[in-house]
């Protein structure tokens, strides 16, 4: 099947003080490269995760694929169709198509309309407006699971849970093949996380529709995604089927990440890789392997040389960037035991 | 305050006591209810955990025990004894004396507690004015033996700089030294790693873990976090809607819930749940309005295994181990059933 | 803090934004609030309904005795040219009103309209736009208004202008900011995401957001205006004698202060009251609206 989104060596740049500042102070280069050298693919129907923490850039690679970020190089493609460059109008069939959620439950909604007349909106701006708002309303707030009174409701009126139903509904309005979902568990109570994590894994099955979810969350990926991809200071470091990296993970900076998960289990003997240091600022890379000044494995080479993607010659869908990949026997040790059965006292 | 004989007697050498608290906030729509009945203790150099979602109250109590509640907030019933002194009873006065000296808090936004505008010499020489034996040149070497053991690179020529040249992580450590910087008795972190990326988080748990072994002081650790107050804490207290409603070891409270809101909880915690799924378990319907709250028990709309008498009674707290117990009237039925 | 904040926001979240019945109920609580809307409806009436209350003309010149004190016939009194000071004070609210609505208006309007454009348009026209704003308030006002008036002459008019270059910076300073803090905001990086053109999120998603702010300071600036007019007046700068107008009532009796007291006072009272009245009702609607504005504004 092909791709319906190809995005290759994607690079966004912020600029970090204005032409005048660093003119007065001599800086040479007043950017930084939030993303750098991102390709990948997303096929019809898939579900694909891109897991970082902050500063990793992986909400400015859902942002540069919507056009709110324009890149400094590289292709978005969509079914074949090239979105850089395009003018606002150019770009409009295709965000009809591809359409976006965003971390703040509450925040993201404009704070001033209606339910009503916020799921309305994207018919309006793609001058579809006769179609009955009323139906329109009840039939995404019925998708979402809520109900049809909702409608009246402002988004300070709702519960963080309720509020991302609500942006989940928009985002299906117009019934697209893509949705880039940033950050859908951020600011939700763990009991409700799994709500908004099942309608989408349901509007999946049911619709057929394309999810790229972004996250610093390993378990919300692992239950919903067919691969994912971890990044690092704006590079992807290890992509792959998901199962295939939660079991055998490559690149050492995958193996911190998923050993840096806590258990909800006192007594889960945890042989963690706990890493030293923090995230290196991105105005300062480090050299060769950008994570080796955090890597326990690290080597001499490693701080000169910039390590090639390799393929896992068990998968040829599982590919990073490593010059001394974890050998999948030290990278199984790892697995945790499974967890102590809740009681049974009921 | 507890109304019958089961539930576990309190030692009379605990540091801090809060018995039967009630609060309410007012609103203009009327008082909210956001405490109610609240009783939890912890013993000397023992981490407690309170874990709760937003809206349990968690942050509230532990506001309230630090004596930094707003305006609008208002305590109708209850005790909070520390070093078996009721704090409600003292002039402010001695209360300000104990806070940032018996007493000291970390917050969330490390930003919050660090003043911009200062160096963090200063703010560090400052937190120790309750010392008056120490001359300010053997302060600054206490607060830069602090930022080493916290984790600072290079404290003699960093501990000049501001709040704002750290990063997030860094900032959260520096809030860690400065509260421990004066040797507190207990140690109250809200939710500390909330803010802070998952290998962040490990750090400062695993920081704040070997800190209060040395230290020898009590914690309580409100967190959200499931995975991080099973790692951290001796003892957990639940809380739901303003209400504790199961409280024990660490062990009684991960392993065998006997609430059912612990349970649907731990059931949720994605973080246990190894199969691949596509269907996680939730916990339907919203937490109730703290408006007016009724007599039943404050669970139930959202409880599988409600029936009748959680309509009309709110249920005590019922005793199931030595220091295990938890507000249901579920285990009332299987004492009887047992008895 | 989170949990506090929550539970207050749960209490307040009971009134949807655009409820006029909560607004109301809010407002009755507020005494001063209820007190300055009175008010201003009481100068608000006799202005417009001006022609049926007064008892003679305002402006004809002797129509009984000069300098009279109160009476039956003349209630306030008569001026130095035997007008009827009662008839010349509900005439003489229609032009401070008529002053004050017509600058704040289009102060309000063009403010506006500039502080969108530099909050959400492109960096460079956001720093012109903040030099011209910075450089018109830095100039003295009352010397720009004595330029003013000197250059087209005291008339209404030429208030207006006056009032309304100087108050436009004002207006567009507070929009500016207003817009740029929504600029990064979730929820227009959300309509932008859909394809919304930048006409269309200004005015659905950013308007409504940025108005309410300026209506406040709108409200409570009037007030301002009302002093401001009637003490041109009163220096000779405002309308022309004979139209009646607060602030050349005042003059006149600050004129003959000395024996006939009741003429200033006369003149005083209505400013004092439409003053007290705006005041009263633009921190009433702040309150309501915007407690986060805080009293300082």
């Known amino acids: 099947m092909s791709a319906l989104l190809r995005v290759q060596d994607l690079c966004v740049r912020f ?43 992986k909400s400015t690679v859902a942002r540069a694929i919507m056009g709110l970020r324009p890149p400094v190089r590289g292709s978005i493609r969509f079914e074949g169709q090239e979105l850089t460059g395009l003018t606002v109008a150019e770009r409009k069939p295709y965000l009809r198509r591809m359409t976006m959620t965003f971390q703040d439950p509450i925040g993201s909604l404009s704070p001033r309309l209606t339910v009503r007349s916020l799921l309305s909106e994207p018919f309006r701006i793609h001058g579809l407006s006769n179609r009955d708002a009323g139906a329109e309303t009840e039939r995404l707030l019925r998708m979402v699971g809520l109900p049809t009174d909702f409608a009246r409701r402002y988004p300070h009126q709702l519960s963080g849970g309720q509020a991302r139903r609500v942006g989940v509904a928009r985002a299906l309005a117009l019934n697209p093949d893509l949705i880039i979902a940033d950050e859908p568990t951020a600011g939700l109570d763990v009991s409700v996380q799994g709500e908004v994590l099942n309608l989408f894994a349901r509007l999946q099955d049911e619709l057929g529709i394309a999810i790229l979810i972004i996250t610093h969350n390993l378990n919300v990926v692992r239950h919903i995604t067919d691969r994912m991809a971890i ?44 890493i030293k240091g923090e995230v290196p600022s991105l105005m300062r890379r480090p050299s060769g392997c950008e994570f080796h000044t955090r890597c326990r494995y690290v080597q001499k080479i490693c701080s000169s040389v910039f390590p090639e993607t390799s393929v896992s010659p068990n998968d040829a869908k599982h590919s990073f960037k490593c010059h001394f990949p974890l050998e999948p026997e030290t990278a199984r040790s790892l697995q945790q035991r499974p967890p102590v059965p809740i009681g049974s006292r009921f | 305050m507890r109304r019958d004989g089961t539930a576990p007697q309190m030692s009379s050498l605990s540091l801090l006591e809060v018995r039967g608290l009630d609060l309410y906030f007012g609103t203009p729509s009327g008082g909210v209810h ?57 002039p402010s006065s001695a209360r300000r004396g104990i806070r940032g000296d018996r007493l000291s808090m970390i917050f969330q936004d490390p930003m919050t507690s660090l003043n911009p505008v200062r160096s963090i010499e200063s703010q560090m020489i400052d937190i120790q004015h309750h010392d008056r ?38 900032r959260q450590r520096i809030c860690i030294a400065m509260a421990l910087l004066v040797e507190p008795a207990l140690l109250i972190a809200d939710e500390p790693t909330t803010a802070l990326d998952a290998t962040l988080e490990v750090q400062i748990i695993r920081l704040l873990k ?122 009332s039925e299987e004492q009887k059933v047992s008895a | 803090m989170a949990t506090v904040q929550a539970n207050r926001a749960e209490a307040n979240g009971e009134q949807g934004p655009g409820t006029f019945l909560s607004f109301l109920r809010q407002m009755s ?66 032009i401070p009103l008529l002053v004050a609505f017509a600058s704040l208006g289009i102060s309000l309007a063009l403010g506006l309209v500039l502080g969108l454009v530099a909050g959400f348009g492109p960096r460079w026209l956001d720093n012109v736009l903040l030099l011209i704003f910075d450089t018109i308030r830095s100039f003295p006002s009352i010397i720009f208004a004595l330029a003013v008036i000197g250059l087209l002459g005291p008339s209404v008019t030429s208030i207006i202008f006056v009032i309304a270059t100087t108050s436009i910076p004002i207006y567009a300073r507070v929009a500016r900011t207003q817009t740029e803090a929504l600029r990064n905001s979730e929820y227009i990086a959300a309509e932008q995401s859909m394809g919304a053109g930048t006409t269309r999120i200004l005015a659905v998603h950013v308007l409504p957001n940025v108005i309410g702010p300026l209506i406040i300071l709108v409200s409570m600036d009037v007030p301002a205006v009302i002093a401001v007019q009637a003490g041109l007046s009163f220096l000779g700068l405002g309308v022309r004698p004979p139209t009646p107008d607060w602030g050349a009532v005042l003059n006149d009796g600050y004129n003959y202060i000395k024996n006939t007291p009741w003429l200033a006072i006369a003149g005083g009272i209505p400013i004092i009251l439409a003053t007290l009245g705006f005041t009263f009702l633009g921190e009433a609607l702040r309150d309501i609206f915007d407690p986060k504005l805080g009293k300082d504004l």
């Open chain 1, 15 to 57: 600029r970090t003080m204005g032409p005048l500042k660093a003119l007065a102070t001599g800086t040479k280069h007043p950017f930084v490269d939030a993303v750098c050298g991102v390709s990948f693919e997303i096929r019809k129907g898939e579900t694909l995760g891109l897991v970082g923490e902050s500063g990793s850039g």
């Open chain 3, 29 to 94: 609580k507020n005494r001063l609030g209820v007190l300055g809307a009175l008010l201003v409806v009481l100068v608000f009436a006799s202005a417009i309904f001006a022609p049926l209350i007064i008892t003679h003309d305002p402006i004809r010149i002797m129509v009984g005795p000069r300098l009279a004190a109160p009476s039956l016939d003349f209630l306030l009194g008569t001026d130095q040219l035997g007008r009827d000071t009662f008839s010349r004070i509900i005439m003489g609210g229609r």
């Open chain 2, 210 to 331: 070997d800190l209060q072994e040395e230290i020898g002081c009590a914690v309580l650790f409100v967190s959200h976090h499931l995975g991080a107050v099973a790692e951290l804490c001796d003892r957990v207290a639940v809380m739901y809607a303003g209400e504790v409603v199961e409280q024990g070891t660490v062990r009684d409270i991960f392993h065998n819930p006997a609430h059912p809101y612990t349970r649907a909880l731990l059931e949720c915690d994605p973080g246990r749940i190894r199969k691949r799924t596509r269907t996680l378990p939730t916990i339907p319907g919203d937490v109730p309005s703290l408006l007016g709250v009724d007599g039943g028990c404050i669970f139930r709309q959202r409880c599988p295994s409600a029936f009748d008498r959680c309509r009309q009674e709110k249920p005590v707290e019922y005793r199931i181990g030595p220091e295990h117990s938890a507000r249901c009237h579920l285990l």
């Open chain 2, 34 to 90: 956001a405490l109610r009945n609240v009783s939890l203790e912890v013993p000397a150099a023992q981490i407690v955990g309170i874990v709760g979602e937003s809206g349990s109250g968690k942050s509230t109590l532990a506001y309230t025990v630090m004596g930094l509640l707003p305006e609008n907030a208002e305590v109708t019933a209850g005790a909070i004894f520390f070093e078996g002194r009721n704090l409600f009873n003292m």
């Open chain 1, 231 to 274: 990044m690092y200071l704006g590079r992807f470091v290890e992509i792959g089927p998901t199962e295939q990296i939660f079991d055998q993970p490559r690149h050492p900076y995958t193996q911190a990440l998923l050993s840096a998960n806590t258990e909800p289990d006192p007594d889960a003997v945890l042989n963690r890789i706990e």
């Open chain 2, 133 to 170: 034996l120490r001359s300010r040149r053997e302060k600054r070497a206490r607060a830069i033996a602090m930022l080493q053991r916290v984790g600072i690179p290079d404290p003699d020529s960093r501990i000049g700089d501001y709040p704002h040249q750290f990063s997030g992580g860094m």
